[in-house]
């Protein structure tokens, strides 16, 4: 009596799994379909439909077929679909492992294709954007979309109530340390402290490069964290930490993250990304004012510089069509849209220097200190191990930054590890 | 002409037992044995999935055990957390068991509490753990560290001041120090598993043993040591096994909570094989650690069965037709 | 004599049992206390606001501010010190982030009296009732899209059980019951893959499935459950089926039957508890698998409860309140199980373990 039962539903399961495996999908003979990856989530992915209205005008034969591809796991997508042969055409790539994708030969060189384009100017476009993740051995595998530049936001309401100067470009990290002083201070009596000055350490590299440093050396075959550009820079970070006490500690802020202190009205200055604003900020930012400063200076100016791209596969099978679909995501009028949606800095000069994004009414006020920051923005190096050796660097000066070992130990170490990698990568 | 008809029939039921380990045939060859030769090749290889092979002898196990700190560390991390985590859950379970094979009232409740853990999904209980270690608002900590234990104090005369056990716990998952033994105090919140199987063994022990040992004058802790412990060594001795194989499959708990951090201290093994294979697509190193995690594995079970001929007892057990 | 000597040992014996017992059951119940301390903890913070989960030191009851609706203005109710006294007031909410004072309106009783004050905000202290916050459930489900990822799970973990019990079953019968040249050299063989880490094959098989385009599908995670089912499955099946008589089997012979009448008529009946453990295991190992979901699949719309709870960490690291709600949701189908047929599983783990 069960048997027959169990049977049943076996078999239905398996009819129901066969066909959700097998949907395939009906197209009219003659139209061309594309496929392109974003990571953008599955609710906010209208936005790019309604733009692509516009797209099938000029382009009547082409439909887009958008897939939603969580960040982390994008580059993975990538790389195993395209060695499972069933690759996307066009994918929104990142800064952060655009370098991997290049080098393993993922994406489309775009150079032959702007040469027969007249109407396509890459000098519109910011040249760190196209030098940090467009260009990969002097080729051009995927077009900057748009630019993430680090600034420091501030809680104004806090500056004015304990009347410090806001901050602005005569600041070096001296003041940066004077004025955070002012504002770490513990609200309940208990002896900790409750509202800290800035929390430092989300961009380390920051410090070493504006302190005349760098991670690697100029062609990339060293890491110099072993030098005292580097390891003082990272020092005088810690310290902000262990010795001065103008931060929180990863204790303090172990798994309610500093994003969230800063969000809650706890710290004074936070060094975050042009995106954080309205992605981020603008929702969540309830108590307070808030604005934007640039980086305070060293030794000179830096300041990380990442963003997004749009690249061709290149063993996807409509490359051409493909190319127009990058070259409207990256056309002026999406740049405007996307500006004004989501507030993020378009990599066109034109665009980002219009009313598109200088003049948004949104917060933060101060939008021309990310644009003039772009031009000392510095990218993060340009390794194909690049991932695994930031995740080797980062594990080692998490020892600094909780104060157990100095940050020269911890930089001779890192770079000894780092070079390793960047050895044996190098074969 | 007797002899003809013989093979004819074994010939039927050979084909007929071919047919019915089909299944089994096709997946070892397919998944298992295929693919342990693949292995073998791409382990001396570097490979990235998507471009060809390139050979390179055995680069990838020289580096791994010479040159790669991230690899020893693996080892170090796994095998630290084996010798501590292993012995303390088979006390652990056993104990349990022991106290559970007391026909105590209310038995069925008190096994079911101490099984949940172990049948709950990785990711959901390394999250709880997660919050539960928190250094500010977990619960771990705040038993530890929050001043309300009542101690009788000596200031201007008698008084009772509220202190806290520990002054400064400590900070768990971010703490390089305290992340591994973190581990290893969720590891004993799964005794459960293992209680289990003590629980069978145990009911397994003829009471006449016991009652001849009284009969003796033996003290409870002489029929421990001399009744119980040898009755239940085979299964102490499968819990050893599947001990020591399971804390090289720890996996979940390490992505979820701390990557490997901090500082490496969480780096299992298993870890940082998905992370060279699956995060930085190395898939020639990767294979080769996982070779030499056979070996080793390998290795530790041998000596495990060797060292069993003089600790396990086996009563002699009637098994089906051969 | 005799008799004296016996009672007294009796009575001797009974006060020791009952320290032991006593010992015992201190034990047993404080260890069920700290087995199930992390679940309490977990179901209390799933149901707290998201700021009352950062309060230190941490409340153990889940607590709202006692809030009242009045004119279509919320107002929360505070009690301040006056002097000597202590003044309960109402205060509308959410407050003014700009300024550091608020209007408040004394309380006379349980309305809202006419008298009006400005105090510090900083004066005022929530008072709070027990009240816990249901709505977490249904918002972090929302962002968890739990019934779909609830429908890829249920489809990956039966398919792979029915795959497992019907290969298996019939594997396990082959060496047990058949005799065929290489059977046992072949079982021998089978039992030294028990032992194999999954690691040393799970590359080249990701390489296969990948290559024949399964990324991104469920096909990875079910379609070798059908072929050798699960070698520790096949073990314990067919050291199972070697107690059931072969008489039986015989008997089945002489009624007729061939070799699959045997196995569907004899076997299979008998082999009930077996099987069952089987179905268990399976479905506990499948539900609960991590790893394979997170190698193979990527499109979020084709995620497990295991992805969507780790995705959802992801996003939402510091929504603990949330993130523990959706914990305790992804736990209830495993715990409702489990109480149903823990029979079945106890029974199991006896099977696997004290016959393996």
């Known amino acids: 009596m069960k048997r027959p039962i169990a049977i049943l539903l076996a078999c239905s399961f398996l009819l129901s799994f066969i066909f959700a495996g097998c949907a395939k999908k009906e197209t009219e003979p003659g139209v061309i379909v594309l496929r392109m990856t974003v990571w953008d989530k599955q609710e906010d992915l209208d936005f790019y439909k309604e733009a692509l209205k516009e797209f099938y005008k000029t382009h009547p034969n082409v439909r887009v077929e958008i897939e939603s591809v969580p960040w982390v796991r994008m580059f993975d997508k990538l790389l195993v679909s395209t060695a499972g042969g069933r690759c996307p055409d066009v994918s929104r790539i990142s800064s952060v492992w655009f370098t991997p994708c290049a080098a393993k030969g993922l994406l489309e060189d775009l150079g032959p294709y702007m040469e027969n384009d007249p109407t396509f100017d890459i000098n519109d476009f910011y040249k760190p954007a196209v030098d940090g993740w467009g260009r990969y051995k002097g080729k051009v595998y995927a077009i900057p979309g748009d630019v993430d530049i680090y600034a420091m936001y501030y ?59 760098d991670i690697l050396n100029k062609d990339n075959t060293r890491c110099i964290l072993d030098q005292p550009e580097a390891y003082e820079a990272l020092q005088w970070m810690s310290d902000l930490r262990t010795k001065h006490h103008v931060a929180p500690t990863a204790a303090d802020a172990a798994d309610i993250g500093p994003q969230k202190l800063f969000t809650n009205g706890q710290i004074g200055m936070y060094i975050s990304g042009s995106w954080a604003a309205g992605l981020i900020f603008n929702k969540e930012i309830t108590t307070f004012d808030y604005d934007v ?64 994004y200088l003049y948004l009414k949104e917060k933060p006020r101060n939008k021309q200190a990310f644009i003039d920051a772009i031009e000392y923005g510095h990218p993060l190096p340009k390794v194909e191990c690049s991932q695994e050796m930031n995740y080797i660097i980062a594990n080692e000066i998490t020892l600094a930054i909780l104060g157990k070992k100095t940050s020269k130990e ?11 990698i960047l050895m044996y990568n190098r074969e | 002409m007797g002899k003809a008809k013989m093979s004819k029939i074994a010939r039927k039921e050979a084909i007929e037992g071919y047919l019915c380990i089909a299944p089994w045939l096709i997946g070892f060859t397919c998944f298992t044995l295929g693919p342990m030769l693949f292995s073998i090749y791409i382990s001396m290889c570097d490979w990235d999935i998507i471009n060809a092979p390139k050979f390179v002898g055995f680069a990838n196990y020289q580096q791994a055990l010479l040159h790669d700190f991230r690899f020893i560390q693996s080892l170090k991390v796994t095998i630290t957390y084996a010798i501590f985590a292993l012995p303390m859950g088979l006390a652990g379970s056993l104990l349990v068991a022991l106290l559970l094979n007391q026909n105590v009232k209310g038995m069925t409740w008190f096994r079911t509490i101490f099984y949940i853990p172990a049948v709950l999904p990785g990711i959901a209980v390394a999250m709880v753990w997660r919050w539960i270690f928190n250094p500010e608002n977990g619960i771990l900590n705040v038993f530890l560290g929050s001043k309300i234990w009542p101690m009788i104090g000596f200031h201007n005369g008698l008084s009772i001041e509220k202190v806290a056990l520990v002054n400064q716990p400590p900070a768990w998952l971010a703490d ?52 119980t412990l040898p009755m239940i060594s085979p299964t102490i001795f499968f819990n050893l096994v599947m001990g020591v194989i399971g804390s090289f499959q720890v996996f979940t708990s390490s992505f979820v909570m701390t990557q490997g951090g901090p500082a490496y201290a969480t780096l299992f093994y298993l870890l940082y094989l998905y992370q060279k294979a699956f995060q930085y697509f190395q ?3 990767a294979a080769a650690m996982a070779w030499i995690l056979f070996i080793i594995i390998l290795i530790c079970t041998l000596l495990i069965f060797k060292s069993s001929s003089t600790w396990v007892y086996y009563e002699a057990e009637v098994k089906g037709r051969k | 004599m005799a008799t004296v000597v016996r009672e007294e040992k009796i009575r001797k014996k009974s006060t020791s049992k ?20 992390p679940f309490y903890w977990m179901v209390s913070s799933s149901l707290k606001e998201a700021s009352q989960i950062f309060k230190s030191p941490p409340e153990w009851l889940p607590t709202q501010q006692v809030k009242m609706k009045i004119d279509g203005k919320e107002y929360g109710v505070f009690t301040m010190s006056q002097g000597e006294d202590v003044l309960k007031v109402a205060g509308v909410i959410p407050m003014d982030p700009a300024s550091e004072t608020t209007a408040v309106r004394v309380m006379e009783g349980e309305t809202i009296g006419a008298k009006e004050l400005t105090v510090t905000k900083t004066a005022l202290t929530e008072v709070r009732k027990v009240s816990p916050v249901w709505d977490n459930y249904p918002e972090a489900l929302k962002f968890m899209n739990f019934l779909g990822c609830l429908k890829n799970t249920c489809i990956i973990t039966f398919v792979c059980m029915v795959g497992q019990i019907l290969s298996a079953s019939i594997v396990a019968f082959g060496f047990a019951r058949m005799r065929f040249p290489g059977r046992d050299i072949l079982f021998i063989v089978l039992l030294s ?48 089926y070697m107690t059931i008589p072969i008489e039986m089997d015989e008997a089945a012979k002489i009624d007729g039957a061939g070799t699959f009448g045997t196995f569907t008529k004899v076997i299979l009946p008998q082999a009930k508890p077996a099987l069952a453990t089987v179905a268990i295991f399976s479905f506990m190992a499948h539900w609960n698998d991590f790893l394979g979901p997170l190698i ?41 199980l489990f109480f149903c047929a823990q029979k079945y599983f106890i029974q199991g783990v006896v099977i696997s373990g004290v016959k393996g």
């Not at chain 3, 699949?297 to 949330?322: N, V």
Request: charged share 15%.
């Open chain 1, 410 to 420: 911890c930089c001779e170490k890192a770079a000894k590890y780092a070079n390793q």
């Open chain 1, 155 to 213: 809680n104004k309401t806090m500056f004015d109530k304990y009347n410090v100067p806001y901050p602005d470009e005569t600041w070096t990290w001296d003041t940066f340390l004077k004025n955070a002083k002012k504002l770490s201070k513990c609200l309940d009596g208990d002896g900790k402290l409750e509202q800290w000055g800035c929390v430092p350490d989300q961009w380390w590299q920051d410090y070493i490069w504006q302190n005349g440093g």
């Open chain 2, 176 to 227: 390089p120090q305290w992340a591994l033994p973190a581990f290893i105090l969720m590891s004993l919140w799964g005794v459960g598993g293992g209680m289990i199987i003590y629980l069978a063994g145990l009911q397994g022990i003829p009471t006449q043993l016991y009652e001849a040992a009284e009969i003796d004058g033996a003290n409870p802790v002489q029929k421990f040591i001399k009744i």
């Open chain 2, 283 to 285: 898939m020639g190193y």
């Open chain 3, 193 to 240: 893959t028990i032992m194999l880490p999954p690691q040393v094959t799970l590359i080249p098989i990701f390489k296969i499935f990948t290559s024949i385009g399964w990324y991104d599908t469920f096909y990875p995670l079910t379609v070798p459950a059908f072929f050798g089912g699960g070698v520790f499955f096949i073990f314990l099946l067919r050291q199972y």
């Open chain 3, 296 to 336: 193979y699949l990527s499109d979020p719309t084709k995620r497990t409860l295991a992805l969507a709870l780790w995705s959802f960490q992801g996003e939402h690291a510091t929504d603990w309140h949330l993130l523990m709600a959706a914990a305790t949701v992804v736990m209830l189908p495993l715990l409702t």
């Open chain 1, 293 to 356: 400063a640039p980086l305070p200076k060293g030794k000179k100016r830096a300041s990380f510089i990442g963003g997004a791209c749009w690249g061709v596969l290149k063993r996807g099978k409509h490359k051409k069509e493909a190319w127009e679909l990058v070259k409207f995501m990256t056309s002026p009028d999406m740049q405007r849209h996307f500006a004004e949606q989501k507030q993020i800095i378009p990599s066109r000069k034109s665009v980002a220097e219009s009313g598109a």
């Open chain 3, 18 to 37: 009952r320290i032991a017992n006593f010992i015992t059951y201190t034990l047993l119940i404080s260890g069920s206390f700290l087995i199930l301390i």
